[in-house]
Each structure stands twice: as C-alpha cells, then as structure tokens.
DNA sequence: GTAACTGCAAAATATTTGCATCCTT
DNA sequence: AAGGATGCAAATATTTTGCAGTTAC
C-alpha cells in the first residue's frame, strides 16, 4: 500500500496539501467517488475550483481514472499500480449497485475482449455492471 | 423500420410535436445524440426545457436509451424494437469513434457475461469501446 | 527565484422547478 | 372537458477562466 506522498512523487506531481488530503480521501475510500462526493468529505475550506483541477491532473498523470456513467456525473477512482501518466490500464469492471448506489472496481475482472464489425478498431474497452453488490445482496 | 408516429403510438406517448421532431432526428441520425447535439439540429424555436422532459420521458418508456461517456455528457440513442418500458434491452455494445467521436451503437455485438466475485449479483452490463470506427479508419 | 498551485471573483453552461397556457385525446 | 405537454421566467447547480497572491522545489 503506497501513501499520498509516495504516489504524488511516483507521477511526479508537486506535493501541497490540497493533493495530500484528496488523495487520502481516495484511499479511505472503497469504491469511486463523484466530485461532490469528495467536496461533501472535504472540511470547507477548500475551493471548489482546486477539486476540479486537482482532479484533473490526477486523471492526467493517471493517479485515478474516471468511470462512466448515465447519470451525468463522472466517478473517479484511484488506478492500481499498473497505470502510467496518459495511459490507463484500467481495464478492469466497475460494479454499480443499485441498492447502496456504490461503484466499485472489480479490479480483478477484466473487461473481455469482443469481437466488433468489420473496421472498427479499438484500444480501449470499459464495462459497467449493475447489480448488487456483496453488502446489499438479499 | 417505424414512423415516429408509430413509435409514440406503440409506446403510449401522446403525440405532440416537439417529440414528433425530436424522434425525427433520431431517426435521421446515424449513432449517438448528446442532449446539445439535438438542440442543434432543432430549429431555434424548441424551448430547452422541453427537450430535457421529452428526452427524460423517451428514456422512461424505453424509445430511447442512455449512453454513460466520461466527458459529463450522457448520449442518446434510439432503442431498437426489443425494448420496452421500464426496462431495457440495449445491452448491444458502444462504440465511440476518438477521431470523429461519434458514438455508435453495435446492434449485433452483445455485452458478453463476465463472471463477477462471489456475492455480486448482475442484471444488467454496458460495455463501451474506444478507438476507430470504420470511417475513421486509416 | 521560478514555475506551479491556489483562492477568489466572475462568467459561461447546464439542469430543475413552478406556473399559466395550450394541445391532445 | 381533463390531463398532459409546452413555454417562459427564474432558481439552482455545475464547470471554466483569468488573475493575483502563495507555495513547492
């Protein structure tokens, strides 16, 4: 398990303490995390506009990867150690339950590849499951 | 292939002309809508808001379905004849082009079963690929 | 010391809501 | 005629931008 500190040095990202603090929220947290998620956790004084960037030169440096989904907003959750700076690997599921409303990376299901129509060629593939989740199984 | 007319008809929407229009340029369209692509298209005498509720009750009686993207967008597209309200059958996989980023759906690829850990239960997956489609290939 | 990060203010965008009016059935 | 759909106004929410001050290295 890295630290806030260490992943910051890794992507080469200037350590202040507005990106220790988010980056401790990611790591306290199971599952992803929409923008007003990590707002909501953060004390107060910390401007909006800084979560915005800090975010997104956590996506660009591929400290976190964002997660698609149908309800206009972007999740965002922390990449394993395989990511490098502008090239995710973050092919891996992401479980939404519909009872908790969680998203959680299922870092150990891959996303299988398919075979597509003549002439489309791709080179990266994200999956979103619905469900429940472990917690909320009945 | 159906009229509008017939598509609202079948999915018991009252037939009006800000969905007869708006179903109309999902019909013309080759592909995935972004709610700005159909204000677009839309002769300037469309109210904003209208195209939010009719969107929002095309969605809701399965005549179109959503599209998660990770730009903070969500995409529309029409749902072919095996959809129903409430409950949708789109589990055909997204494509979206990075050259023209146009977004299509792939009728004939399913969403394949993915085998998930131990306690979670799936009912429904969306997969969405990357790369180039066949008219952006080179 | 310099470049990068941050906060603040403000603009631009996007989304939602209430209500009066009009249209569909 | 009744219920639903629409337009308008306005409230909310979200995201982006510029700039000046501060901090990290």
Do not use: W
């Amino acid at each position: 398990m890295q630290t806030n500190i260490e992943i910051l040095r890794k992507n080469k990202l200037s350590i202040t303490q507005g990106r220790l603090v988010i980056l401790d929220i990611f790591l306290q947290t199971e599952g992803a995390l929409a923008h007003a998620d990590i707002e909501k956790k953060l004390s107060s004084n910390f401007d909006r506009v800084t979560v915005y960037r800090t975010l997104q030169s956590f996506v660009e440096k591929g400290v976190i990867h964002q997660i698609p989904t149908t309800d206009n907003t972007i999740l965002y959750a922390l990449c394993k150690e395989n990511c490098e700076a502008g090239h995710h690997h973050d092919e891996h599921v992401h479980f939404v339950c519909v009872e908790c409303e969680q998203t959680t990376c299922l870092e150990n299901v891959i996303v299988p590849k398919v075979k597509l129509p003549r002439g489309f060629k791709p080179f990266q593939a994200a999956m979103i499951v619905k469900g429940h989740c472990v917690s909320c199984k009945y």
